[in-house]
């Protein structure tokens, strides 16, 4: 069992890092976007489209190893803290972001406040993990 967790971890993790890295990148694409070139524009695009690719990716894996993580350790969800609900709270926050993100047109909402609600959750979601696991 714990192969199983450290190597989940060491997944779950990994994601969190492009996770992080994109919440930082794709915000400075987006605002380089606004007075971009024709030709940078189209570059630029074509970062963003990675970065929303890998946000997936990412958002996907934590999702699935942390779900695992906590069956393999724990046996399931019964008897976690608040800290654990109020964590998974917010990753449902980010969900719920991502998904207005990817269904509305491109402007209908400030980005500056969605990439707001992005890192806020985040930092949310270190802040009580580290209070449930720790």
Request: overall charge positive; proline content about 3%.
């Amino acid at each position: 069992m714990d192969l199983t967790f450290n190597i989940l971890l060491i997944l779950h993790l990994a994601a969190f890092g492009l996770a992080i890295a994109t919440t930082i990148a794709a915000p400075l694409v987006g605002s380089r976007m606004a007075l971009a070139t024709p030709d940078s524009l189209q570059l630029l695009g074509g970062i963003g489209k990675q970065l929303q690719f890998n946000a997936r990716i990412a958002f996907a894996t934590l999702l699935v190893t942390g779900v695992a993580m906590v069956f393999v350790r724990y046996g399931g969800f019964e008897g976690q803290s608040i800290w654990f609900f109020l964590k998974m709270g917010l990753v449902v926050v980010i969900l719920v972001a991502m998904l207005i993100g990817a269904f509305t047109k491109p402007g209908t909402i400030n980005p500056r406040v969605m990439g707001w609600i992005t890192r806020l959750s985040l930092a949310g979601i270190i802040i009580s993990a580290v209070m449930a696991f720790n």
